[in-house]
């Protein structure tokens, strides 16, 4: 079949999954290190301001740069998994040699015995700032001691019951719920292996929030993952971007699930989100939006929303095409779903507002939560054909 495709090349080709490096011209933030999953499939440390593309921990599959917005490990000591609140027939041993941890150290923790086990706010694990009114989601890595699948239930309080079967290799099981009131008790989360073979266990994790994020180590206190956002300014910025058309390709994969809500921007052109064009999954209906902004207003055909292709869900990659210039604004996604419109009036053209590519955000919020596998930006508005 005939294609039209762009008979130009990008000004800016920001191929994430493929280089995997940051290109010279982009300003990374994040105030705190971050964990990712390297081409071998284990886990590394990212240090402030650096960051993290990260791969499928089976496939080891690049997925492009991993963003995230700011979450809390509330487990003071999630390394120290040994507690004395469960069934006495119940055995552990810390930093076991007998096996290596996700990240490679010797920092696991061996449980044998048929039973349960509880961690809560006792017991030195300190886990503190949960109510009975928020969705919590705890998270914990899991293998089996011997060579045959078990058993693992989970729950908050007989509250978000599921059960796991736990393999041979490390693998993150969790859960998300609001935590039950269990007759006061602080308790959080329970553990019920069903073998007395036993299993390895590293990395919990509860997070405020309706799904788990990236790991977050700790050792004696509470800690924070930063939120994370690029830009690209200056003369950087006005040596790629054309003030009169453009387009755009995005691509990206959303790791937050439909049912939550929020503006979660993959890029903005536009020194705030008061000026400029963006590219977000919308807080409302959860489908892939672009929208003008000029003086904090969007002008009548600004805002296109091509419904047709669903909801941005958790797990789902989106190929995002957007060609504008003033009274001409298009978008495809996924090759097809187009929605075109007319801006006749109020168009953002000032350069002293338009002087920076947001990656990530907006600028000051609405942080993306996924990996971007690849941004490319067109001097010149394509076609409605080659968009798709």
Same mark, same amino acid.
């Given at each position: 079949? =005939?294609?039209?495709?762009? !008979?130009?090349?990008? @000004?800016?080709?920001l191929n994430f999954a493929a280089v995997k490096k940051l290109d010279s011209r982009i300003t990374?933030?994040?105030?705190? +290190?971050? =964990?990712? +999953?390297?081409?071998n499939g284990d886990y590394r440390w990212a240090s402030a301001n650096e960051p993290r593309f990260d791969h499928d921990e089976v496939t080891h599959e690049s997925k492009g740069l991993l963003m995230e917005p700011t979450r809390t490990n509330l487990y003071k000591n999630n390394h120290s998994l040994k507690t004395a609140n469960d069934h006495a027939n119940m055995n552990y041993v810390l930093n076991t040699t007998e096996t290596t941890a996700p990240d490679g150290t010797f920092t696991a923790t061996k449980v044998t015995g048929a039973? /349960? @086990?509880? /961690?809560d706010g006792n017991n030195g694990l300190d886990l503190v700032g949960v109510n009975f009114t928020d969705t919590f989601s705890t998270s914990i890595y899991?293998?089996?001691?011997?060579?045959s699948n078990i058993n693992v239930g989970m729950d908050f309080g007989d509250n978000g019951n599921a059960t796991f079967s736990v393999g041979q290799e490390w693998k993150r099981y969790s859960i998300s719920n609001v935590h039950q009131n269990y007759g006061g008790s602080t308790k959080f989360i329970d553990i019920?292996?069903?073998s007395a073979s036993g299993v390895y266990i590293w990395g919990l994790q509860c997070e405020n929030g309706s799904h788990p994020t990236s790991? +977050?180590? @700790? =050792?004696g206190t509470t800690m924070t993952r930063g939120n994370e956002y690029a830009v690209i300014d200056g003369e950087d910025f006005t040596d790629f971007y054309n003030p009169v058309e453009s387009s755009v390709l995005a691509v990206g994969t959303m790791h937050r699930p439909a049912a939550a809500g929020g503006q979660l921007n993959i890029f903005h052109i536009g020194d705030d989100n008061e000026d400029g064009h963006g590219v977000f999954r919308e807080n409302g209906t959860k489908d892939v939006w672009y929208h003008i902004r000029n003086n904090n207003n969007t002008p %009548?055909?600004?805002?296109l929303n091509p419904s047709g292709f669903g909801d941005w869900d958790e797990g789902e990659e989106a190929k995002i095409a957007i060609a504008f210039k003033d009274g001409d604004q298009a978008i495809s996604v !996924?090759?097809? !779903?187009?929605?075109?419109?007319?801006?006749? %009036? %109020?168009?953002?053209?000032?350069t002293s507002t338009i002087s920076k590519m947001w990656i990530g955000s907006h600028g000051t919020g609405s942080f993306f939560e996924g990996t971007i596998k690849r941004i490319a930006y067109y001097p010149k508005l394509l076609t409605d054909n080659q968009l798709n």
């Open positions: 079949a =005939s294609q039209d495709y762009p !008979n130009i090349q990008p @000004t800016l080709d990374f933030y994040r105030t705190t +290190i971050g =964990s990712y +999953i390297d081409e039973g /349960w @086990t509880r /961690w899991m293998k089996t001691v011997g060579t019920v292996f069903d790991y +977050i180590p @700790t =050792s %009548s055909g600004g805002d !996924n090759g097809g !779903n187009q929605v075109t419109a007319t801006v006749t %009036s %109020s168009y953002p053209t000032q």
